[in-house]
């Protein structure tokens, strides 16, 4: 299969500290790909220089071939790579839909840089319906965002990720801050949804059963590096994996802002 | 939808102020005159508040519109009221367009005293040029309308058609923008910068965007005023006519083009009554005022309109 | 015995009793009182030494007025026997707010005119409105020229002279006193007033004696309030003669400053409007200082009944000796009372003689009703009229802007007091321009020029 | 003669003032991120007290040097009275409310204590001149300065040094520097800050007095004084950073030099030097020249 996402000696420092060193991935189209490591290892250093939010000090970042490394959230967004947030960043004051439909109207209002793979179907409010069912959000339609429970948040938060129409969609700690029995709930709302539009996903988690239930393949972080990846049941049972990052989970990370 | 609704209830109330010109009192007709100028430059208020942003130096363009309403009557020979509207909106436009660059990357606190050191640096521009009369200012007087001289009772009329036209269009043309995608973005940003990034939408130009239709609308505001008071000076420019602005805006409301307007009649009634019956604490009326509208309404008094009418209170304030 | 009299001495005699005495009664049932309009600051940096005055001034003088206290040719009661009630209204704001308020006091409260306005800008503002309102109004004491020079109106009248004056005099009497000065500076707040009240004086100055070198000209903002840059300017300038136009908290917060700096010790202070700080700061003016009340205005005045009654109902009042603002306002309630009464009496002089026609009452009636507004205008125009200040004469501005002569004087301090002495009368011809002539022009022509 | 040494006395005696006037400014917005116009107002009771209090006390003509306690105690008296019933009695409900709507509130409130004091003293202008010119002269330059001006240099200096040891070395101003950088935190972690802003705001509000009172027996104080100076002070914060001590210091010393200068050798420029400094500093630097970038956690 096609690799749409091709990272290649990326390599970023905070003063003293290494986020990543030599960080190679590349991804296949379609791929479901988890991020695992413990707090600080770097997976969402990675997370943020895909998605231009850091820029690497060194390496190369190609997305579907072309050259994105540096480029601004907003232009690789355009391009078709989106992220959701392990702190939703929602419209607070907006009803769910039009948390969404700010999205899609971007899109629509399109203008240059836009992909033609964003291009919507059908009217702005129909691409809305269609995100709001495919994410069990239709009943919450008219409510203010800031105000929903935190699952629904995560919910919206991703939604409105994919509402774009992003190739690529890379999720940080989806599950972080939801109920134990809601989490696989909103896991399998999101896959659903992401099978659906055949988007490639990469995503950071720190539950195991969530990744092992729901990846292909898995890359290990460690000190901002990769010390391991390939399918779960490989990466999971490798030594270093199991001691530095099975060994000891970090709880999630509290909310300390909105 | 709210679409069709508000338009049309925006053409009916301009064409009911039309019909009622001729019967109304005078002091009425300076009365809406004076409100609709004002509640122009609020509109421009609004926009800047859906963004989050709040300026205190605001009279930087209602005073740079009146000047330039003024020069284009006084010294370029265009005593006509849709000239002098037309130049008040370009020098706005062509200000703005370039502070805009600027102002674009600042935020709360900051994007505020920013506008308030431009404001004050016009207003001491302003003070310095005594061939534009320095702190007296000088008289307007426009003597036609599209070409067409008016005096006495005509002129009266006049003036006051073309600002109520003025303030319809403007109104009518901002609630067509702030429903439209572009315009919507305003909201986003207020609540979420990152998001609109990650979105694919440019906040800075967006942020850009809306302050140059911000000022474009002052600037209008202040040539309107020029026509209907017939006399500039720098005092437009000067920080407590920005405070008003912002005052007049957090009064209203931000939830429909009608707050602003809406809000500026019932400020100048409260100004001007209070100037009448209490001349020697005015000043105190309108403190109690402001400080009750932010106790009891803080959605503005829009809000109370959208409570009547048992919507949930799409109005907020700045920041 | 009355078929002997001529119908107009009848008709003057008549005037006089009626108006005295009856005219209140004939009147009853058409009009019962007048409503003047006053505009002054209330707050503001302006409401102390000017707005308040002006109002306790103005309340007083009507009070006055309608008990009929005020000495000759004005003690008729009221106007025309008609008492007056004030609608007082503050002039803070701006010229903007203020043409909206002067259109709510013409048009919901209807006063029949509008005595007002300290600010220039709200002069130059309100004139047009007045205009387009056709009512009369009498502005009290704003100096700026512009307002008859750039335009002319109907329905304004300004009953105090303008500023340029105020500048020409000073010049003359300090070239007078001291011939020798060569170096001089100025401290004029930066606004319309204090710009124009430097450049009328430099002007001036540099006509009568080219010779003068300006070292300094500071232009502190309005409201300053701290001036310890501008003193060490003007000290290291070292100037013979230092003018300023400061008045106000301004001019008492720069005196407070520059006194203990011994800023005056080697010059000549002149301060143009300088006299209602006299009282106030005995021992910071330096003795010597030129100062004006912009007009023959409290010291300058002469003694006369009308200035001992200006006198005693402003101490009666404010408890202190009236300022030029007070005398101000005294110049424009009797400008309007003056000219009122005198298109009353000519109304009653030219109605038939009584008895050629069989109505009497209806003559009576209609000669004795109140003047309208625009046979009031018609006798204010070029009206000359007696005021605590002396003779007041509306000869600029096609009759609408007085002229008054002006006098400056030179301070002494003794036991306590600061007393004003040397004290030069200059003439209106002297130190106003002839009518249709721009200040500037009249100044830079070396004060020759003449209306082509 | 050289004008540089005037040019820089000048700056000083002039920053001096500048700083005690801005200094409670920058602290309440630090700790309670609140612009507060009232500023002025407080600023205006500190001079009017001043007046009535020194001028009372020499009008009985007890001890002329008195008359510099009555300086303090009047700014001690709008501090405790006015701070506490502002804070208590208005400003605690409404800290719920965005940045920019207490600004406004404070504006509201600036608009009523203008007429209070109109009302409370009139619209005469009010001196009582003799502090200033009680302690003889001294020379710089051959120019002549009341030993006065040397007071305010020192209230300027001390007020900074107390302030920044207050900060910097006690708990209770370990606590405040904790509220102002992490409001929730900190209370989380257990500090008062109900009772932290209160203490803030009188003290913000005593300094406020304190610069009326010191610059009183150097001007008239008249209606309106306080309009006059918030601006300014607005211009000083904000160039130094909103919040910051040392930057209200240095933003002082900045616009008293360039104004100082500009009266000597430009004055033409007085009148909008501060606001061009003011324009120039933001341009260069978004947030004032002391001011801390805040990283967003995504």
Redesign the interface.
């Known amino acids: 299969m096609a690799v749409i996402l091709d990272a290649r000696g990326l390599e970023k420092r905070f003063g003293a500290v290494t986020a990543a060193s030599n960080i190679n991935v590349s991804v296949e189209q379609g791929a479901i790909v988890g991020l695992i490591g413990s707090n600080g290892a770097g997976k969402t250093t990675f997370l943020n220089m895909v998605t231009g939010y850091l820029r690497p000090d060194a390496g190369s970042i190609l997305f579907d071939g072309r050259d994105i490394t540096g480029q601004k959230p907003r232009r690789i967004t355009q391009q078709g790579i989106c992220r959701s947030f392990q702190i939703p960043q929602l419209y607070n004051s907006m009803s769910v839909a039009e948390n969404l439909m700010v999205g899609v109207g971007i899109v629509a209002s399109g203008g240059r840089g836009w992909a033609a793979s964003n291009a919507l179907d059908g009217t702005p409010e129909q691409a809305v319906s269609r995100m709001l069912e495919q994410f069990g959000l239709a009943g919450l339609r008219h409510r203010q965002a800031g105000l929903l429970p935190e699952g629904t948040r995560k919910l919206l938060d991703i939604a409105m990720a994919m509402v774009v129409r992003p190739r690529v969609l890379l999720l940080d700690e989806p599950t972080s801050g939801v109920s134990a029995d809601e989490k696989f709930a909103l896991m399998d709302m999101v896959m659903a949804a992401v099978r659906a539009m055949q988007v490639t996903v990469l995503f950071v988690e720190h539950d195991m059963e969530v990744v092992e239930r729901y990846v292909q393949r898995i890359l290990a972080f460690y000190e901002g590096r990769i010390i391991a990846d390939g399918p779960p049941a490989e990466v999971l049972r490798d030594v270093e994996v199991r001691r530095f990052v099975i060994g000891e989970q970090d709880p999630p990370a509290g909310d300390r802002h909105a | 939808m709210s679409v069709h609704r508000t338009s049309v209830a925006l053409v009916a109330a301009a064409g009911a102020l039309l019909a009622l010109g001729p019967v109304i009192?005078?002091?009425a007709v300076?009365?809406v005159n004076?409100s609709l100028g004002i509640g122009v430059v609020v509109l421009g208020m609004m926009v800047l508040m859906r963004t989050g942003l709040v300026s205190f130096g605001h009279g930087l363009y209602y005073c740079l519109g009146a000047y330039a309403a003024g020069l284009a009557s006084n010294r370029f020979g265009a005593p006509d009221m849709l000239a002098m509207v037309a130049g008040g909106a370009l020098a706005a436009l062509l200000v703005s367009a370039v502070l805009g660059l600027l102002l674009a990357k600042y935020r709360e606190i900051f994007f505020a005293m920013l506008s308030l050191a431009f404001s004050m640096i016009l207003y001491g521009l302003l003070?310095?040029s005594?061939d534009l009369?320095?702190?007296?200012?000088?008289?307007v007087?426009a003597k036609s309308i599209a070409g067409f001289a008016v005096e006495g009772d005509a002129h009266?009329l006049g003036v006051y058609s073309v600002i109520v036209i003025t303030a319809a269009l403007c109104a009518l043309l901002l609630d067509a923008y702030l429903r439209s995608h572009r315009g919507r973005l305003a909201e986003a940003i207020r609540d979420n910068e990152l998001r609109v990034e990650y979105m694919g939408a440019s906040v800075f130009a967006t942020v850009h965007l809306n302050y140059v239709i911000s000022a474009v609308l002052a600037g209008v505001g202040g040539a309107l005023?020029a026509i209907h008071?017939?006399?500039i000076?720098p005092?437009?420019t000067?920080w407590p006519?920005s405070g008003e602005f912002v005052f007049i805006g957090i009064l209203s409301g931000t939830g429909s083009v009608f707050a602003p307007l809406l809000g500026s009649v019932v400020f100048?009634t409260v100004?001007?009554y209070a100037?009448?019956k209490s001349?020697?604490t005015?000043?105190m009326v309108l403190g109690v005022t402001m400080l009750m509208v932010i106790v009891f309404l803080p959605g503005g008094l829009w809000s109370l309109a959208s409570r009547l009418r048992g919507r949930p209170d799409s109005a907020r304030t700045g920041g | 015995m009355i078929k002997a009299m001529k119908p107009s001495r009848l008709a003057a005699a008549a005037t006089a009793i009626v108006l005295a005495l009856g005219a209140p009664v004939l009147m009853a049932q058409q009009k019962t009182s007048i409503k003047v309009g006053f505009v002054t600051f209330?707050?503001?940096?302006a409401?102390?030494?000017f707005?308040?005055p002006a109002r306790q001034a103005a309340e007083a003088i009507v009070e006055s007025l309608n008990a009929g206290k005020a000495p000759a040719p004005y003690q008729i009661k009221g106007i025309g026997g008609l008492p007056l009630e004030l609608v007082?209204?503050?002039e803070a704001?701006?010229?903007?707010?203020q043409?909206?308020?002067y259109?709510?006091l013409v048009?919901?409260?209807e006063v029949d005119f509008v005595i007002g306005y300290i600010g220039?800008?709200d002069c130059?503002?309100i004139?047009?409105?007045a205009e387009?309102?056709k009512k009369l109004t009498v502005f009290f004491d704003c100096g700026?020229p512009?307002i008859f020079e750039?335009?002319s109106y109907k329905y304004v009248f300004r009953t105090r002279p303008h500023a340029t004056m105020d500048a020409v005099a000073a010049t003359l009497y300090l070239l007078d006193n001291r011939p020798a000065v060569k170096r001089i500076a100025g401290i004029n707040q930066?606004?319309?007033y204090g710009?124009d009240s430097w450049?009328d004086f430099e002007a001036t100055i540099k006509v009568l004696k080219p010779e003068v070198e300006i070292v300094?000209?500071?232009?502190?903002?309005?409201?300053?309030?701290?001036y310890?840059?501008?003193i060490?300017?003007l000290?290291?300038a070292n100037p013979d003669v230092i003018h300023s136009s400061l008045w106000?908290?301004d001019l008492?917060?720069f005196m407070?400053?520059a006194?203990?700096?011994?800023l005056f010790k080697k010059n000549i202070l002149v301060l143009v409007a300088g006299e209602p700080y006299l009282h106030?700061l005995p021992g910071?003016i330096p003795d010597g200082t030129v100062v004006g009340a912009r007009g023959v205005n409290a010291v300058f005045a002469a003694d006369s009944p009308l200035k001992r009654w200006l006198t005693d109902l402003y101490k009666a009042k404010a408890g202190i000796e009236p300022n030029y603002p007070a005398y101000s306002v005294a110049n424009a309630f009797l400008g309007v009372k003056a000219a009122w009464e005198k298109a009353a009496a000519k109304k009653v002089g030219s109605a038939i003689p009584m008895g050629a026609n069989k109505n009497v009452k209806e003559e009576m009636e209609k000669a004795y009703a109140p003047p309208t507004q625009e046979e009031v205008i018609a006798m204010f125009e070029k009206l000359s009229f007696d005021t605590p200040s002396g003779k007041v004469q509306m000869s600029l501005g096609k009759g609408h802007q007085a002229v008054t002569g002006t006098a400056y004087g030179t301070t002494r301090f003794e036991n306590g007091v600061v007393k004003v002495g040397n004290i030069k009368y200059y003439p209106a011809e002297r130190v106003n321009p002839p009518e249709g002539v721009s200040s500037l022009d009249w100044i830079k022509s070396g004060f020759r020029a003449t209306a082509k | 003669?050289s004008?540089i040494p005037?040019?820089l006395?000048?700056?000083v005696?002039?920053a001096s003032?500048l700083f005690v006037i801005a200094v409670g400014l920058t602290l309440i917005y630090g700790v309670m991120k609140i612009l507060n116009i009232a500023h002025g107002s407080l600023y205006a009771l500190g001079a009017y007290s001043a007046v009535t209090l020194a001028g009372g006390w020499l009008a009985k003509g007890y001890a002329p040097l008195g008359s510099y306690a009555m300086l303090a105690l009047a700014a001690l008296l709008v501090g405790l009275i006015a701070g506490p019933v502002i804070e208590r009695g208005l400003l605690r409900f409404l800290y719920a409310k965005d940045e920019i709507v207490l600004v406004l509130v404070t504006y509201a409130l600036f608009l009523i204590l203008?007429?209070a004091i109109?009302l409370t003293w009139?619209?005469?202008?009010m001196?009582v001149?003799e502090p200033?010119?009680l302690l003889g002269?001294f020379e710089i330059a051959g120019?002549?300065?009341?030993t006065y001006?040397l007071v305010l240099v020192a209230a300027a200096i001390v007020v900074g040094l107390a302030l920044w040891w207050a900060l910097g070395f006690t708990r209770s101003g370990k606590m405040l520097l904790a509220v102002i950088h992490d409001r929730e935190m900190s209370a989380a972690m257990g500090v008062n800050v109900g009772l932290t802003y209160f203490v803030t705001f009188t003290i913000g509000a005593f300094l406020a007095a304190l610069g009326g009172a010191l610059?009183a027996?150097?001007?008239?104080?008249?209606?309106?004084?306080g309009a006059?100076?918030i601006v300014t002070a607005f211009a000083v914060v904000v160039i130094g950073g909103l919040g910051s001590l040392g930057g209200a210091a240095l933003g002082a010393v900045i616009v008293g030099l360039v104004?100082?200068a500009a009266?000597?050798y430009q004055?033409?420029l007085?009148?909008f030097s501060i606001y061009l400094v003011m324009a120039a500093v933001l341009i260069a630097r978004p947030k004032g020249l002391f001011s801390g970038a805040e990283v967003r956690k995504i």
């Open positions: 009192p005078n002091w300076s009365l004076v003070v310095k005594a009369g320095s702190t007296d200012g000088f008289n007087h009266r005023m008071i017939g006399h000076d005092e437009m000067y006519q100048e100004r001007s100037y009448e001349p020697d005015w000043q | 209330l707050s503001g940096p409401a102390g030494p707005g308040v007082v209204i503050d704001g701006g010229a903007t707010k043409v909206s308020e259109r709510t048009q919901r409260q220039s800008g130059l503002a004139a047009p409105v387009e309102l700026t512009r750039e335009a930066n606004y319309a710009q450049n300094t000209s500071q232009m502190p903002k309005f409201g300053a309030g701290q310890g840059a501008e060490s300017a000290a290291g106000g908290g008492e917060a407070l400053q006194q203990p700096r011994d106030r910071k | 003669m004008q005037a040019v006395a000048d700056a005696v002039y003032w203008e007429d109109k009139g619209v005469d202008p001196f001149a200033y010119a002269n120019l002549t300065y009341p001006t610059t027996p150097t001007i008239s104080v008249v209606t309106g004084m006059e100076v104004r100082s009266v000597h004055p033409e007085e009148l």
